[in-house]
């Protein structure tokens, strides 16, 4: 467990590329089935939600584990941004057609498109804010205070994907509850109780 | 056999022709769209299904249908109709009254195919049971069998689905039941041995796998409409001015289109408005959605 803090950020690039290209591959072999537009925009959409649940575990593995994988948290959370912009291109492009009047006005009108661009927004001033030379000029402070907007994205991804059904499926709903844990440790009087934070702050 | 585009005419409807071609108004002058109504192929058919008691995703029903026995099989056809009775899918759809019936399918999820059934008029079979002059409604419901359909052994739908036309809705000659499709019996996944076809509707309408034909004086409940009447009404006709709460009902995604196929204009009743507008002369459609 341990030397996994050792593997260079390099790792999480190429295994975050993967599924880019596992996709990118099974589009060209033909095996997305009879609606190959819905699967990719699926697809990019799940895993950008994946690489956001993945970025919100380091900090309680850190916790709880005491394994240190901060430096992975900023390729993950960028793997997520990226996903997540690929997934509006694919909507934009092959869903819709690049019709532009009824994307913007289903992007007003839709609660599920407004929280995803909304997500979308927050994840992109996320991905700008990450740079070492940006942190160093927003300070400690004010970076964290931007970056906790990713308490509100992650929910609200998932939301989102709750949103564009007919009825209530299973995954979405477990990925939920996975987050809730994880924001509950956010929480001052959660982590006083682990002893995460000094009682007296 | 097809019938050209200049052949569909709404009096062919009423001429009882043994096969015609989705009524499109527009084509007949525009013959270029005919190449884009091509009939979706078998493959993409049979392999994109909403078929919820075989689970939620698109290629669970061609997944897990195979598990349903269709034979035997019977119909309870019961309410205010002369004959009641259960009645076998021969009784209903004899072979020598079959005939092919190429229909445009609207989801309500935005996309649409264009499939070619084989199917008798509901209204035949509505005649042969005999039709009581109380019965305004005609109820439909789907088998329940959780040993053969496994979404059925989880809470997440109210089972039997359930649904429901106005009584000149179901007589109206466009409406079908199907037995099958592409010439072959009708695939489980696609709602064997029986199913309704009413293609002026959203496609939840078109109820699948029927064991159950009810002739009623009450609008019966139908299971969508009971779960969120907000999102799904009675009708359910085709309208592209008339949105799903949650997302817009204008354009539609014609699956097979390829990659960069984009999106075409959803029409009017999925282009029949021409056969069955005056089914609903003087309705508010907004409200009755
Ligand atoms: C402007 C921004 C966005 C737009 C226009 C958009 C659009 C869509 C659309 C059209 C669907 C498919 C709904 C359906 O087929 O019924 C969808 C599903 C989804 N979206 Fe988005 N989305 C946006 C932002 C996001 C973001 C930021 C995330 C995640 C971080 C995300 C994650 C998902 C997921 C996980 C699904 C469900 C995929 C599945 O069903 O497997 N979306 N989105």
């Not at chain 1, 532009?100 to 007003?108: G, H, P, R, T």
């Not at chain 1, 929910?155 to 989102?160: D, E, G, I, K, Q």
């Not at chain 2, 539609?252 to 069955?276: P, S």
Request: contains cysteine.
């Amino acid at each position: 467990m341990h030397r996994i803090r050792r593997l260079p950020t390099g790792v999480v690039w190429a295994l975050g590329t993967l599924p880019l290209v596992l996709l990118v591959w099974d589009t060209l072999v033909g095996n997305l089935g009879v609606d190959p537009v819905r699967d990719i925009e699926h697809r990019l959409g799940r895993t950008a939600v994946y690489f956001l649940l993945a970025s919100l575990c380091i900090t309680p593995i850190l916790r709880m584990a005491r394994v240190n994988l901060v430096k992975f948290r900023r390729p993950l959370g960028l793997l997520a941004a990226s996903y997540a912009g690929l997934h509006l291109l694919s909507w934009a492009v092959l869903d819709m057609g690049l019709l532009w009047s009824q994307m913007l006005k289903d992007i007003a009108k839709r609660p599920y498109l407004t929280i995803g661009m909304g997500v979308l927004v927050i994840l992109l001033v996320l991905a700008a804010t990450s740079s070492n030379a940006v942190i160093r000029k927003l300070g400690p402070v004010r970076w964290r205070a931007i970056h906790r907007w990713v308490y509100l994205a992650a929910p609200l991804a998932v939301f989102h994907w709750l949103l564009a059904y007919k009825i209530w499926p299973g995954k979405p709903l477990a990925i939920l509850a996975a987050m809730a844990v994880l924001l509950a440790f956010r929480l001052p009087l959660l982590q006083r109780h682990l002893g995460w934070r000094a009682r007296s702050a | 056999m097809k019938l050209s585009w200049s052949d569909v005419t709404p009096e062919a409807l009423f001429l009882n022709r043994r096969a015609f071609i989705a009524g499109l108004g527009v084509a007949a002058a525009a013959p270029a769209l005919a190449a884009a109504e091509e009939p979706n192929s078998f493959e993409q058919i049979t392999n994109y299904n909403n078929f919820y008691e075989f689970g939620f995703g698109k290629t669970d029903p061609a997944d897990n249908a195979g598990a349903l026995t269709t034979d035997p099989w019977a119909v309870e056809i019961g309410g205010l109709v002369d004959r009641p009775g259960s009645y076998s899918v021969a009784d209903l759809a004899p072979g020598n009254a079959v005939e092919e019936r190429i229909y445009r399918l609207r989801c309500v999820e935005a996309w649409s195919m264009v499939i070619p059934w084989l199917g008798v008029p509901l209204a035949s079979v509505l005649n042969k049971v005999g039709v009581q002059s109380g019965a305004k409604f005609v109820a439909f419901e789907t088998l329940y069998r959780p040993d053969e359909m496994p979404e059925q052994r989880r809470n997440s739908m109210d089972w039997p689905y359930r649904e429901g036309l106005r009584l000149d809705e179901a007589m109206h000659p466009l409406t079908i039941l199907a037995t099958g499709l592409y010439g072959k019996p009708m695939p489980n996944q696609n709602g064997a041995p029986i199913r309704l076809v009413v293609p002026w509707k959203y496609g939840f309408k078109s109820i699948k796998s029927i064991v159950k034909i009810t002739l009623t004086d009450r609008q019966p409940v139908t299971t969508w409409q009971a779960m969120q009447p907000r999102e799904y009404g009675f009708y359910a006709n085709v309208n592209p001015t008339v949105d799903h709460p949650r997302w817009s009902q204008a354009t539609e995604r014609r699956i097979g289109a390829g990659l960069l196929g984009g999106r075409q204009e959803t029409l009017m009743f999925n282009g029949y408005g021409d056969q069955v507008a005056q089914l609903y002369a003087g309705m508010d459609l907004a409200r009755d959605y």
